[in-house]
């Protein structure tokens, strides 16, 4: 049986006392929750601050992003040694947000991958098809392509210490959802997937969770179908008291 994980991104939201004011609520709100994975993932300016609350909760961090190299002259960018320094366990790559408007390729996210692996931190790997692919039916051609070059010469010890997370794009932010049974469709295709090139054991281990418009009122539809192991929170995640009831949800599932 996997294991719920429910992650809130926070994306370009909150500064530091806003951020600090979530987590006092959350820890508080979310105390005896002891069957789900609950994280979150603040922006960098946030992370060791958070990190330090979150010492003695159940709740764990996750960056947003992540560079392939441990260290140079990149400026502007931050490495899986630096995160892991500042408390991270977990670290988003290749999010919707991040190919869409600065570049990021399925060849830069496999290299972030390993550089996470690398820095013990778990990479929560992002895929997904545009409204276009879905309109032209190449849904599961797109996820293919991203899983294929995504994961590219990832032994089965490294699949192990991933999470997937199935992020429609055109569900992102815009009030729409894949219902439950498009979503199941898509989880079970990445499940197949990962059969095909990892074996049963793996795949069956792997997390897959769902995120675009996911709120406490859809969270335990989704969360009923067979492959659909948690979600990746946007909007939902930045009030408490709408985050600590969708988690609460997920164990209606």
């Not at 069957?35 to 003695?56: G, R």
């Not at 335990?220 to 909007?235: E, S």
Request: glycine share 10%.
């Amino acid at each position: 049986m996997r294991r719920p994980i429910i992650a809130g991104n926070w994306k370009m939201y909150k500064t530091l006392k806003e951020g600090q004011d979530l987590v006092t609520i959350l820890k508080r709100d979310l105390y005896d929750i002891e069957a789900v994975d609950i994280v979150v993932c603040p922006p960098f300016t946030l992370l060791t601050y958070i990190a330090d609350m979150l010492e003695a909760s159940t709740i764990g961090l996750s960056a947003q992003d992540l560079f392939w190299e441990d260290e140079g002259a990149y400026t502007g960018e931050i490495s899986g040694k630096m995160l892991k320094d500042a408390g991270c366990s977990y670290c988003l790559i290749g999010h919707s947000e991040r190919r869409q408007f600065f570049g990021e390729t399925d060849e830069t996210v496999s290299k972030k991958v390993f550089a996470a692996l690398k820095n013990g931190l778990t990479p929560i790997v992002c895929i997904g098809e545009n409204l276009l692919d879905r309109e032209k039916s190449l849904t599961f051609e797109r996820i293919k392509s991203q899983l294929d070059k995504g994961l590219q010469g990832l032994t089965k010890l490294d699949a192990e210490k991933i999470i997937l997370a199935y992020e429609p794009v055109w569900a992102i932010g815009t009030g729409k959802v894949a219902t439950p049974e498009q979503a199941q469709e898509v989880h079970h295709y990445i499940r197949s997937w990962l059969t095909q090139h990892y074996g049963d054991d793996t795949a069956s281990s792997i997390r897959i969770q769902y995120g675009g418009s996911v709120k406490p009122e859809n969270i335990a539809g989704l969360m009923a179908q067979g492959d659909i192991d948690g979600a990746l929170v946007g909007g939902a995640s930045l009030k408490a008291d709408v985050f600590s009831c969708l988690v609460r949800n997920t164990l209606k599932g």
